[in-house]
Every structure is written in structure tokens, then in C-alpha cells.
């Protein structure tokens, strides 16, 4: 996906010089080998410091959120659903934006990256096509892009922006298997038990620091719940009961609305699979409500609605 | 103004008051026998001695006579004042040893024994009688003899003729000395409380019971002493607000009318004409009435359920029906009362919860006639679950056993023997009847009356009497209940205002609400009251305690328990507590909000408080009455339930309501007799009208039936409606036409039409459903496989086409209840037994030779319908009665129908032909599951639309703006079906009069700061309440418009941010409740 | 639903959520409803799944 980054950087300094936007999301280079950052530029002259590989993982609809100005901005699939959503739930309106659309081949996970090599230190990293290069003090090793993929990557069903105002290249073919929420349903099959210890072990790592929220563009209210003190809706401590209450309730403020981007993910430090809550939200509504979040901006998402026919089979 | 000293402290008074006067006021005590604040000290018993110093010596003075002056000083505890107190005592003790009142005195001075020789005397001669009976205007008794012969007595030692017995004497002698009886030549009783039936006295100025409105004493001339001798005013004297003046005169006002509506109500009858009954004689023989008091919590015995001769617990009870009620001959009233089954019925169950397990109830009956709405349930119930005996017997006598006064009630058993049972007590259920004054005041009025006296009515216009302008409701009407009073009483409302429709709003006082008071920033101030409703919550919580606990909580000012927190004095202390303890926040442990909350906002409001800083804790409906076993435990609840009130209330803030217009167009749904009155009434005040029915045509199930009970030709009448209906300009009728959906809310609703496939969209104010229901298609007696075999409607029809082929019949039967008071319907009809005696009678008209038969379980021609009765076993129409067990089965043999019925007169089976069997099918309603739906109404276990109150509100839902008449709410006749239609009417105009609503301050609002605009609330909310603000600081952030929010909460449940809150039920105040449960 | 799939998902036992929807009306189902609940989670024994203890001070 290497060959984007000189499109971007001429698309971006175009849009600039002209004056349709007055700043333009991407991103840039990270310091530490596939950690590519955000980066806002205003300057037309800036656009060399752009970059895009399959190290883009973090959402940069985050960014949009409240702003006022025109904006340029680079969106995958799953960015572009996020844009969408983020029109939807008035955030950002479809006239300030100027979408250029990445038809997106999935991103690296740089775990699994990092495991692969048995967790020697990478200093640098290097795309080639369907391959990448790692190199490490005393090490160089090849792999295959597809077999190191972030698992909503390798599942994705949506890899080409859904809006856009420029596309960079060809539409790539999105993933076709049935059994997307495979993960989901192994944990299904579990016992009532054996799912609380599932969950109960996973979460037992996590530090409260709230990576996930932050990474995560759906959250954008101006007091999250886990910062309110009158009431305390949860704990602050790392008790296990409230951390759970903690990863529930996040989820769950994305139900209807997540896209799978992974971003999530990717950003919490401990390494916690936390989209096991929200996919398997992402499962149900997509089977009670037929519904994936940011396909179109005619719709609210499902929780926001009520209709006649909604399912009630639950209730009594 | 005098100053002095009293104890050492500096007090003052006015010129001419005594110590004892000025001691009192400022606290300090003085022991007094003698002393009567109405009357002129006399200084006899001494007690009130006092030291007094008045510069150079001291000296003892008696108080209570003693008048003060500047600069004296008093003592009144020294041990000098003492010791000269105790000696009094003593003396007194040795003169009355037994006298309660001196043994106390004697107990606190310390002395156990007199060191005199005792007395047998229980006068201390302080004169007080004496005195008192002077201010009385009267000299029954004064003090003669000297020395030691000296007492109390009346002249000549004899009787006196002089006593008026108002027993002043007796209330103010300290010992208990004055026996009325030796006094008055008079018999000496109790001034009989009117409201409690005779069961205890009252005084001459009294209030007429606890919920009297208004709630101000009155002052009874009969018996008042000022009104007799024109002295005393002791009444005069101590009212501190000075209200009361003897020399107000009765009014004449004259009053320039419209309309008149009577509504003189019923007496009840008098059974002391009853000799065989012997209620004169036996004190426990008593009346419904009387029962109905010794039942109340606020009767003379609190609600415990005693007998009258010794106040001994009774065990076994009976009732004894139709006193006073279908009898010529021994009084002159034919018709049925109508309400007396229902309410011996409610007696004894009553009766049974009071008195617990063992009390043995039963009730002597006729006909049990439990036909109103959800009555048949409660009977069933009755007898099922509570085991209340019914005999159906006709009482002749009852006998009273002299040594225990047992009463002995004689009854004819089932198998026709007469048998004797002993009861404890008996209750005559008394009938109504139209009081003699009543009788006069119609003939002045020159208002037709019937031939029981009650008004008389048309039953296409049940409540116009026979002069023009003049209505009527209620028991004047004809014998009835509470519901069927209160829609009457909307009906004349209706009739009335039609004619005032003109003038309506021309003459309106406006409420001058009092100023509220802001009480933000005040220091928290909550007064906790506790309700006792009589015994509903005192009988199983300890009300003191949770007053007291109460008490004890954080911000808590004042406590108080009330035995009815809802009286309207009640209400009124309430509002004097709140301004004089100067109270911010008000709970109310009683029952529950849903009746009561709008009482009670309304109080705070008069005492200058938003009435949003009010919460109520339901000890009774989710405490006293689910855990009447376990009273502890009850109580601990009540107190959990009192703080999380506290809790809460301490969190509100004062709500502001916004003013809503309310749409002057009506809809009414449902072309029937009911919907069609309903549109008439509602045109002849002057509203628009948009009547439904789903039909081709307008009648309803009216096109279906002959003739009224009364006479009139039900078509005729019908076809006039009709046109009338199709004639009045105010009227938009929509013929096959069905209602789509139903949006928006009270003064708004919006609701599609469905003609043929094409949608309309009205709007309107208001919507009344009259529906109607339909006749039950038998599933049994052969119905639908024998063409013989029809319901009422088809004889009906058959009466109106062809009448001459029902002349040749020999022998027609009727079956009563079919499909009605089965297991699987457990309602009775109504309409049936009326219908059915009547069209035997139409029968026997047309062929006076013809056998007619009805079967029977109980025949329930209620009210004057008695006479219908009456008239058909004049003419022969033969009455036998059935029992569910054992129903009449019916069966097809040589070409005629066979029926077979066990006569239990006659204790054989009777096997009889018919040419022609009507069968008195039951009334079902259509249970519209949709329209309930639309209209968010609930409808009841059988089908028929939930009231909003059963006795209270019968012609409207709990829902606001949506209106109840006709079938749709239980079976009725026509005259009832019209008078709940006009009923109906009459709730909705005082909403469509008002023209403008305000709403609840229950709303939701939006916390700009916490919005994360994402407009959840825009899209959640069904009344398109909440708005993106466009402008302002907040642009961008959502926000509430209180008008159209109704408070439902969805907003604040989906909000992610916790932007969004309910007013009154924000997060702080659920969370304080939660942490303090 | 959606909630009550998540938690059953991360182990909430079964019958100890439930929804309904009883009008005022509806004494009857009220009744049934409760007595169906609390039957339920008498079963069920006590919660032990996101319940908080208080923290132990040593």
C-alpha cells in the first residue's frame, strides 16, 4: 500500500493550495517502527511529512469530531463507515469534508509482528507489495503481509470506503467467508461458566487506562461515564467487578454503531482482545436488527429507533 | 400591663386577670380542683394556695381568685406553699378516700394514709356544678345545708323538672359526684351523632364527621344551651379566632337559574315498622347503615366489629335481604333497592377480615342480585374463597332468646323445612326510599313522579324529569350504587350545560393562587406525616414508630400522623404546619401517588410551596396491605420506604409547568346508541364532532331490539337519534370506517381514519370510545341445530317483522344466563332478565293462552324493573330456578323440544314440550385489543375498557383526554348507556372548556454540557420533544420543549452521555433513594 | 436484548435477567411475573457474578 503515500501527499497539497480544505488528516511516519501517527497539516508545503503503509491502524475519524473547519481527510473502509456514523450522529457534516478514499488491503498487526521475532527489538520496517521487511539490531526477516493481518482485517468485509470524494485506486475484494464471527461463536459454545472465566482472565490485565475509549471513535461525549463522580456509575479501582462494569458499559455504548476497525485494539498496552465485547454486539444486531453500522447516511443506528416490528421475543 | 413576679421570674398580665391566669400562660403549674376557665374563680378548694410577698411580709393567697398588681412578688413551690397544700390533701382524701383524682393529688404530696377519720363522701363541694349550671342560665342545683350538712342538691331534694339535662354538671365535676340521673326528670341519653347512625353521641357544636367539607363546626340549635336560656357562650369565650356568632339567622337567596339538577339522594327505610323483626326492641338487631358504621375505622367502635347489647366480639352473623325492598305488604315499596346484595355481600366479607377466621357470616336472599361491573367476581369470591353462607330464604321473623340476646332467625332450608339458626347478630339490609320532603319538593317543582316514587324519567333521556330545564341523578332517580350516581351526575352536568352552553365562562371566578414562596437557597426543612388510614395502614404498622423514626432522619423538621391524611382538615392543619414551621419539603407516607399525589401538591401549593418538593411513600398499597402478616416486619419497610422518601425529597427542586391548547374538535368512535347521544351531547355544547363507526350504517346493537321495558318502541326512538344525528351540523359522521392510528396525546391527538382503503387524518381534542359489544352466539341448548332455538335479538327481529307466527306457539321457554356467571365468563349480563320478562310478557300479549316458562338462576330485574317482574307472575308466566350444577338440558323428542329442569320447589324433575326456546345469551365485548393499544387504555380480564376508577370515574380512562360510555365498559341497558354517554360528555367538556392545559413539570431536560449532540433524544422521542438548539452559546446541543414532553423517560434511558434527565427524577435523587433502601 | 445477549455472553447465568412489560393494569400478570422471577432466582441461589465485594482492610 506503500505507493498511496505519493497520492496522498499531492492530493493533500492540491486541496490546500485551492483552498478546499483548510486542514488534512493523515498520517505520518511513527518513530517507533509500525506505529504511523495522525498528523494534521494546514501547510501545502508540509505534504512530504505524509506517509500511508499497513501500519495506519488508528482511526482518524477520531479527529473530526466537533470541528468547524474543511477538512481533508484519508479513509479506509472502516474509516469511511466511521465518517458516516460521525454525519449521522452530528459530529461533523458531509459539506466540511473532502473523503480520500483508500481501498484498503488490512492492516499489520504489529504484535503479532513483534512475536514472530520472538519480541527482539524492531528498529526498522519496510512494505514490499505483499511482503514486509523487519530488520532488528542482528536480524532481518520477510513475511507474508496476509499471514500477519489484524484480525478485523482479516475478516473484513468492507475494506473500500463507502464515502468518498476521491478514491486512490482500484475497489480490492472484500472478504466473502461465513464465518466472520467465528470467534464469537467458539465463545458461544462455552458453558455459562467457562465464559465468565473466559472473560474474567481476559480483562484481569487490563490497567484502567482507558486507551480503548479514546482510540475508539465512537466515543466522543464530553463526560465519559467512567469519569462521573455524581453518581459513580463504576468503581475507578482495578476491582475485577468494575472493570468488567467498565469494558460492558463501553461496549455497549457502541452497540449498533461499531465498525470493527480494531482501533481498540490495537491501542490498549496490555494486549487485551477487547472487541470480544463489541463484535459480539456487532453479531446480534447484525441478526436481530439486519444492521452494520455506517453502511449509509439515510439510517440511524438500531438503539436510536423504535419500531412496531422490533424483536420483543425477550420480553415478557 | 402589669408586671411581677413569678417564681423569682419577671411575667406580666392585664389589669384584672388572676395569678393562676397568668401562671398558666407562662407554664408554671398550679394544682386547682375548683378552677373552671368559663367560670368566676371561687377560690373553694384551696389547692391553688400561693406564697406571696409584697414587699415587707409574706402571705398565702388562693390563685385562682387572687388578681395581680405591680411589683408582687409570688411563689408557687415552696416548701411553706407546700406543706399547706399537703394538709388540704389530706383532708380531702379523708373526706373522698376513694375519689381518683384526689388519690393522685394525695400520691404526689406523699401521703399514703389520711391522719383524719375517713369519710365515705365523694364531693368536695367546689361548687363547680353549681356554678356552672348558673352560666347555663339555669338553677337546677345549688350548694344547701350548713356546716357539715352542706352538698349539692336540687330543690326539695327531688327530681327536677327545672334540669334541662344538658349534663354540664356532670363534664366539669372533678370526682365523678354528679349523677344526672338523680337531677333530671328527663331521660338522660346522648345527643345521637347523625353519622353514626345513633351509635354515639356528639356534642351541641360539633363537626359532622372527619371528611365533612366544609370541615367547620356547626352548631345544633336544638340542643345548644345559649339557644335554650339564652345564656352561657363558654363556646364564645374560648374560640380564640372569635367565628362564632348565635345571632346568624337563616337566608332566604334567591338565585336566577338556568337548569336545575336534583339530587336529594335516598333515606333509608326504617324497619322499626317491621314488628316481626323486632329492631326496636333488640339492640343487636341492627341496620346496613348501622353495620356499615361499626365497620369503619372511624365509627364509634374504631372499627372493631362488636355487638351493640354488650360489646361482647359476635361469632356468628346474619344478614337478612329486601327490608323495605320488593314487599307490599308490609311497607309500600315493590321495586328492588338494587344495591342492597352488593353491599351485604361486601359487609360480610368485610366482617370476616375484621373479625378473622372464625366469624360464621350469612346472608337470607331472594335473588342475589350482584349485577353491576366485576360484581359477580366479588359474590363468587364471597362464597368460594372467604365461605360466606347464602340461603336463599325469605326471613318472617326473628325472635330474640331474652337470657343471652341470641336472635333466632327461622328459614325454610333446601329441602323445604323450616329450620331455626342462632346469630349473635343481625343486620337488616335496608332499601332505599324517597324521603317524604323529597316527595313534596318535586310536586312544588311539579316534577312527575313514578309509582315508587322516584323521578320520573324517558330512558332516551334518563336524567330529564318531566319538566323542562329540571334534571335529576342519583337514588332520586330510581334506586342505584356509586357508579351509576356518578354517571348520572356527569349526564345532568351534560343535559345542564347544554342549555347553559351560552353562558359558559361568563360568570367564572378565577383561583387566586397564592404566591409561591422561593425556597432555593433555604436551609432543607422536610415535614414527614404519616397516615394511619384508619386502620389500612395503623392495623399493620406501627405508625408511631415510623413517625418517630422519621423524625430522627437528616433534615427532618416536623413529624406528625394523621388518622386520614387526606381529610380536608387534615389538609388544612397541613397548610398551617407548612407556614408556620416554615417547610421547604414535604413526604407523605400514605398510600398511593396515583390518587393522592394531585391532593396533596394541591395543599402544598396553597401553602405557598411548588408543589414539586413533595414525595410519597406507599406504606399502605406496597406495605400495610401485601404484608399483613408480618406486622415487624411492615414497619421496618415502612421506615425504609419514609427514608428513601427523605432521601429523595431532600434532592428536588421547585418545577416549573408549561400551558398547552387544547384542540376544540372531539372524536367519538362508535355509532351506536352511546356514540351517538355522545356526539349530540357534545354538538349541543357547542363542539365539533367527528363520529366513527365501522358499520354501513349508524343504531348500533339498538337496530336489534323491540321495545324498552317501559313501553317505548326502541326503533322509532332510534331512527329520531339517527336523524337528529345526520342532521346537526356540528356532527361529521364517517360510516365503514376504521381508525388506522392514533398519535399525539390529550388536546392533541392526531388520528388516522380508514374509509374503503382511503386515509384521512383528523385532530382533535378529546376522543370518546363507545364501542360497544355484541350477543353471544350459544354453543349449547341445541342452538344453531333447531331453528325453535333462538337468542333475544332474534325474537326481537322477529317481534318486528312477524309477529303473527309466534301467535299459534303453545308453550315458549326461556333459559336465563347462557354463556353469563359460567366459569369461563363470570359476569352477569344485565340486560337478560329484564329482556327476557319482558318479551314473555310481549309473548303472553299476543296469545294470552300460551304456557310461558322462564328458567331462572336469579332473577335480576333491579330497581323499579321489580314491578316488570311482578306484572309477569301476575299474568302467569311460571318462574322456575336452576343452579349452575344443575342447568336445563335440552333435547329434540317427537317433533318438539324437550326440556328437562329439576324444580327444587318441588324437589322432582320436570320434563316439558316447547314450540319455541329463547335463550338469554350472554353480552360479549369485542376486546379490541388495537384500539386499547392506539389509545394506550387497558381493558379488564373479561374484555370490557378499564375505567379510570370504578366508582369514582366510571366514564373516563386513566389515560387523559379519552372518554368511556356504553357496552364497550359492561353490559347496560339503553337509559344506562345514554346517561354514560352524556357522562362522558360532561368529563370532556371540562377539559375542552378549559381550552388550554397545563402540563407536568415531570419533563425532561437537557444538560448542555454533558450533550455530545449525537441526537438520540430527536430520534427516540415518540411527542418530537426534544429539538437541536439553532442559536445561543449551546447551538449545535439538544434541547426539551416541556410542552410536548410527557415525562416518559425514553430520552433520558438511551442518552449515552448523561445529558439528559427527568425533573424530580434526576440520577441523585434515584441514587440517594438506592443507597438509602 | 441486546444487553441481556452481552452479559449471558460474559457469564451472567441465565434467568437472572429479565425483561417484561406490565401495564398498571395488569395486576394479574404482575403476580405471575414476580412469583415466576423470584422462583427463578431462588433456584439460581445468590449472585455471585459482578457482585462487588467491600474491600478487606487487613
Known amino acids: 500500500m506503500l505507493h498511496y503515500t505519493e497520492k496522498i501527499r499531492e492530493i493533500a497539497g492540491r486541496l490546500l493550495k485551492q483552498g478546499v480544505v483548510d486542514v488534512f488528516i493523515g498520517y505520518r511516519k511513527g518513530s517507533v517502527p509500525m506505529m504511523n501517527n495522525p498528523l494534521l497539516i494546514r501547510d501545502p508545503g508540509s505534504t512530504d511529512l505524509l506517509y500511508w503503509d499497513s501500519n495506519c491502524a488508528l482511526n482518524l475519524c477520531n479527529y473530526l469530531t466537533g470541528r468547524k473547519d474543511r477538512i481533508g481527510i484519508v479513509a479506509t473502509g472502516c474509516v469511511s463507515r466511521n465518517i458516516v456514523t460521525h454525519i449521522v450522529e452530528n459530529q461533523i457534516s458531509r459539506s466540511q469534508l473532502y473523503v480520500v478514499g483508500i481501498p484498503c488491503t488490512g492492516m499489520i498487526s504489529h504484535r503479532a509482528v513483534i512475536r514472530a521475532v520472538g519480541g527482539r527489538e524492531i528498529i526498522e520496517f519496510e512494505e514490499q507489495g505483499e511482503r514486509f521487511l523487519v530488520r532488528g539490531r542482528d536480524f532481518e526477516e520477510i513475511f507474508e503481509k496476509n499471514d500477519f493481518l489484524q484480525s478485523n482485517c482479516a475478516v473484513c468485509r468492507y475494506p473500500n470506503p463507502v464515502l468518498y470524494d476521491e478514491m486512490l485506486g482500484e475497489r480490492v475484494p472484500g472478504y466473502e467467508g461465513d464465518d466472520v464471527y467465528r470467534d464469537v461463536e467458539k465463545v458461544e459454545q462455552m458453558s455459562s461458566e467457562d465464559r465468565r472465566g473466559f472473560f474474567s482472565r481476559m480483562i484481569s490485565r487490563c490497567i484502567r487506562c482507558y486507551a480503548c475509549r479514546d482510540a475508539c471513535p465512537l466515543c466522543y461525549c464530553p463526560t465519559c461515564f467512567v469519569d462521573e463522580s455524581r453518581p459513580q456509575w463504576v468503581g475507578k479501582s482495578i476491582d475485577p467487578v468494575d472493570t468488567m462494569t467498565f469494558h460492558l458499559l463501553r461496549a455497549f455504548h457502541c452497540a449498533g454503531r461499531c465498525t470493527d476497525c480494531g482501533a481498540c485494539e490495537r491501542a490498549c498496552p496490555m494486549g487485551i482482545p477487547v472487541r470480544q465485547f463489541t463484535k459480539k454486539l456487532n453479531k446480534d444486531v447484525q441478526e436481530l436488527f439486519s444492521w452494520e453500522a455506517g453502511l449509509g447516511l439515510e439510517q440511524r443506528p438500531p438503539l436510536d429507533v423504535y419500531r412496531q416490528d422490533d424483536y420483543d421475543g425477550f420480553i415478557r | 400591663m402589669i408586671t411581677f413576679k413569678l417564681n423569682g421570674r419577671e411575667v406580666q398580665g392585664e389589669e384584672g386577670e388572676y395569678i393562676l391566669e397568668v401562671a398558666e400562660r407562662y407554664g408554671v403549674e398550679i394544682p386547682t380542683l375548683c378552677h373552671h376557665k368559663a367560670l368566676e374563680p371561687a377560690g373553694a378548694c384551696r389547692l391553688c394556695t400561693v406564697e406571696l410577698f409584697d414587699g415587707r411580709r409574706t402571705r398565702f393567697v388562693t390563685a385562682c381568685n387572687y388578681p395581680i398588681w405591680e411589683g408582687m412578688e409570688v411563689y408557687t413551690d415552696t416548701d411553706e406553699v407546700r406543706r399547706g397544700r399537703k394538709l388540704i390533701v389530706e383532708l380531702l382524701l379523708a373526706r373522698c378516700p376513694e375519689v381518683p383524682i384526689i388519690r393522685r393529688l394525695a400520691e404526689d404530696y406523699g401521703i399514703e394514709e389520711p391522719r383524719f377519720k375517713k369519710d365515705e363522701d365523694d364531693c368536695i363541694l367546689c361548687g363547680l356544678c353549681t356554678r356552672i349550671c348558673e352560666r347555663m342560665g339555669n338553677g337546677a342545683i345549688s350548694l344547701a345545708g350548713r356546716g357539715v350538712g352542706l352538698k349539692v342538691t336540687t330543690p326539695f331534694e327531688i327530681q327536677s323538672d327545672l334540669c334541662m339535662a344538658c349534663g354540664a354538671c356532670v363534664s366539669v365535676c372533678p370526682t365523678g359526684h354528679i349523677k344526672l340521673e338523680e337531677i333530671t326528670k328527663h331521660t338522660v341519653k346522648p345527643i345521637p351523632s347523625e353519622y353514626d347512625m345513633g351509635l354515639r353521641g356528639r356534642k351541641p357544636i360539633y363537626v359532622p364527621y372527619a371528611q365533612a367539607v366544609p370541615n367547620t363546626p356547626v352548631i345544633d340549635r336544638d340542643t345548644c344551651m345559649h339557644f335554650r336560656t339564652g345564656e352561657c357562650k363558654i363556646c364564645v369565650q374560648s374560640c380564640s379566632a372569635g367565628a362564632i356568632d348565635h345571632a346568624q339567622q337563616d337566608e332566604a337567596i334567591e338565585l336566577r337559574v338556568g337548569a336545575i339538577i336534583l339530587a336529594p339522594g335516598f333515606q333509608a327505610f326504617d324497619p322499626g315498622r317491621y314488628e316481626a323483626y323486632g329492631y326496636a326492641e333488640n339492640p343487636n338487631i341492627v341496620t ?271 413529624v406528625a400522623d394523621n388518622l386520614y391524611t387526606c381529610s380536608q382538615d387534615t389538609q388544612e392543619s397541613l397548610t398551617e404546619v407548612i407556614k408556620e414551621k416554615n417547610l421547604n419539603r414535604i413526604v407523605v407516607a400514605a398510600c398511593t401517588p396515583k390518587t393522592h399525589e394531585a391532593l396533596f401538591q394541591e395543599t402544598m401549593a396553597n401553602a405557598g410551596l411548588n408543589k414539586y418538593l413533595f414525595e410519597m411513600a406507599n406504606i399502605r398499597n406496597q406495605d400495610s396491605w401485601v404484608h399483613q402478616e408480618d406486622p415487624e416486619a411492615a414497619t421496618a419497610k415502612a421506615k425504609d420506604l419514609v427514608r428513601m422518601a427523605v432521601a429523595k425529597v431532600t434532592l428536588l427542586e421547585p418545577l416549573r409547568e408549561a400551558e398547552l391548547e387544547v384542540n376544540q374538535k372531539a372524536l367519538v368512535v362508535g355509532g351506536g346508541v352511546a356514540g351517538m347521544t355522545a356526539a349530540r351531547a357534545l354538538s349541543a355544547q357547542g363542539y365539533e364532532v367527528c363520529l366513527v363507526e365501522r358499520a354501513q350504517s349508524l343504531g348500533g346493537q339498538a337496530r336489534n331490539l323491540y321495545r324498552m321495558w317501559t313501553g317505548e318502541n326502541i326503533q322509532e326512538r332510534l331512527e329520531e337519534l339517527i336523524e337528529a344525528v345526520q342532521g346537526d351540523e356540528n356532527i361529521r359522521v364517517h360510516l365503514e370506517t376504521e381508525l388506522g392510528n392514533v398519535e399525539g396525546f390529550v388536546g392533541n391527538f392526531r388520528t388516522t381514519l380508514i374509509c374503503r382503503g382511503k386515509e384521512e387524518v383528523v385532530e382533535h381534542g378529546i376522543a370518546v370510545i363507545a364501542t360497544g359489544a355484541q ?110 350444577e344443575r342447568k336445563p338440558r335440552v333435547s329434540l323428542g317427537q317433533g318438539a323440544l324437550k326440556i328437562d329442569i329439576w324444580d327444587p320447589l318441588l324437589c322432582q324433575d320436570i320434563v316439558m314440550n316447547s314450540d319455541l326456546l329463547v335463550l338469554a345469551a350472554a353480552i360479549v365485548p369485542y376486546g379490541d385489543q388495537k384500539l386499547a393499544r392506539m389509545f394506550k387504555v387497558p381493558l379488564n380480564e373479561d374484555g370490557f375498557f378499564v375505567e379510570a376508577h370504578a366508582k369514582l370515574g366510571p366514564s373516563e380512562f386513566a389515560t387523559d383526554g379519552v372518554y368511556l360510555c356504553g357496552m364497550a365498559h359492561y353490559p347496560k341497558p339503553i337509559d344506562e348507556s345514554v346517561a354514560q354517554a352524556q357522562a362522558a360528555v360532561s368529563r370532556a367538556v371540562t377539559l375542552l372548556a378549559r381550552q388550554k392545559i397545563k402540563t407536568s413539570g415531570t419533563v425532561a431536560e437537557v444538560n448542555p454540557l454533558y450533550c455530545s449532540s449525537c441526537g438520540v433524544c430527536v430520534e427516540v422521542c415518540p411527542y418530537k420533544a426534544p429539538t437541536m438548539r439553532e442559536q445561543g452559546p449551546f447551538a449545535g446541543k439538544a434541547e426539551v420543549n416541556p410542552v410536548l414532553c410527557k415525562g416518559c423517560g425514553i430520552c433520558v434511558a438511551s442518552c449515552r452521555s448523561g445529558a439528559m434527565s427527568l425533573k424530580g427524577f434526576g440520577n441523585d435523587q434515584i441514587m440517594a433513594m438506592i443507597a438509602h433502601m | 436484548m441486546l444487553l441481556k445477549n452481552l452479559l449471558e455472553h460474559i457469564g451472567l447465568e441465565p434467568g437472572r435477567l429479565h425483561f417484561s412489560w406490565i401495564s398498571s393494569a395488569e395486576a394479574a400478570k404482575f403476580v405471575e411475573v414476580a412469583n415466576e422471577v423470584n422462583q427463578v432466582v431462588e433456584e439460581l441461589g445468590p449472585a455471585r457474578f459482578l457482585v462487588k465485594r467491600k474491600a478487606r482492610v487487613a
Open chain 2, 288 to 558: 346496613s347503615m348501622e353495620f356499615e358504621r361499626l365497620l369503619s375505622a372511624s365509627g364509634p367502635t374504631m372499627g372493631h366489629l362488636v355487638r351493640p347489647s354488650d360489646g361482647k366480639e359476635p361469632r356468628r352473623i346474619a344478614w337478612v335481604q329486601c327490608v323495605g325492598s320488593r314487599d307490599v305488604h308490609r311497607c309500600d315499596n315493590a321495586y328492588c333497592s338494587s344495591v342492597c346484595c352488593m353491599y351485604a355481600v361486601k359487609q360480610a366479607v368485610i366482617a370476616k377480615e375484621h373479625a378473622g377466621g372464625e366469624l360464621d357470616c350469612a346472608i337470607f336472599y331472594m335473588d342475589m342480585r350482584t349485577h353491576g361491573k366485576d360484581f359477580e367476581r366479588y359474590y363468587n369470591d364471597a362464597r368460594d374463597k372467604h365461605g360466606v353462607r347464602f340461603i336463599r330464604s325469605r326471613i318472617p321473623a326473628i325472635e330474640t332468646v331474652k337470657e343471652t340476646g341470641e336472635l333466632l332467625v327461622p328459614y325454610v332450608n333446601e329441602k323445604e323445612r323450616v329450620v331455626e339458626e342462632r346469630f349473635d347478630l343481625v343486620v337488616l339490609s335496608v332499601g332505599l326510599e324517597t324521603a317524604a320532603e323529597v316527595v313534596e319538593l318535586a310536586k312544588k317543582l311539579g316534577v312527575q313522579l313514578t309509582e315508587g316514587r322516584f323521578c320520573k324519567t324517558d330512558p332516551f333521556r334518563p336524567v330529564a324529569t318531566s319538566r323542562e330545564g329540571i334534571f335529576v341523578c342519583g337514588a332520586f332517580q330510581g334506586p342505584k350504587d356509586i357508579p351509576q350516581s356518578v354517571i348520572e351526575a356527569g349526564s345532568a352536568a351534560a343535559e345542564a350545560g347544554a342549555l347553559l352552553s351560552e353562558g359558559r365562562n361568563s360568570l367564572t371566578l378565577t383561583r387566586e393562587e397564592p404566591q409561591e414562596r422561593d425556597c432555593r437557597g433555604e436551609r432543607l426543612r422536610v415535614g414527614v406525616f404519616v397516615c394511619r388510614c384508619g386502620i389500612n395502614i395503623a392495623g399493620v404498622v406501627d405508625v408511631e414508630a415510623v413517625r418517630d423514626y422519621a423524625a430522627s432522619l437528616p433534615h427532618v423538621e416536623y
Open chain 2, 775 to 884: 350477543e353471544l352466539k350459544p354453543k349449547e341448548y341445541l342452538y344453531g341445530e333447531d331453528s325453535r332455538v333462538v337468542t333475544h335479538l332474534e325474537l326481537d327481529r322477529m317481534f318486528m317483522n312477524d309477529e303473527s307466527a309466534l301467535r299459534g306457539i303453545k308453550r315458549a321457554v326461556f333459559i336465563q344466563c347462557v354463556g353469563s356467571r359460567e366459569p369461563e365468563r363470570p359476569y352477569c349480563s344485565r340486560v337478560c332478565c329484564t329482556h327476557s320478562i319482558e318479551s314473555a310478557l310481549h309473548l303472553k300479549e299476543l296469545n294470552p293462552d300460551m304456557d310461558v316458562y322462564i328458567l331462572y338462576r336469579d332473577i335480576r330485574t333491579y330497581g323499579e324493573r321489580e314491578y316488570l317482574y311482578r306484572k309477569a307472575r301476575l299474568a302467569g308466566i311460571l318462574f322456575i330456578p336452576f343452579s349452575l
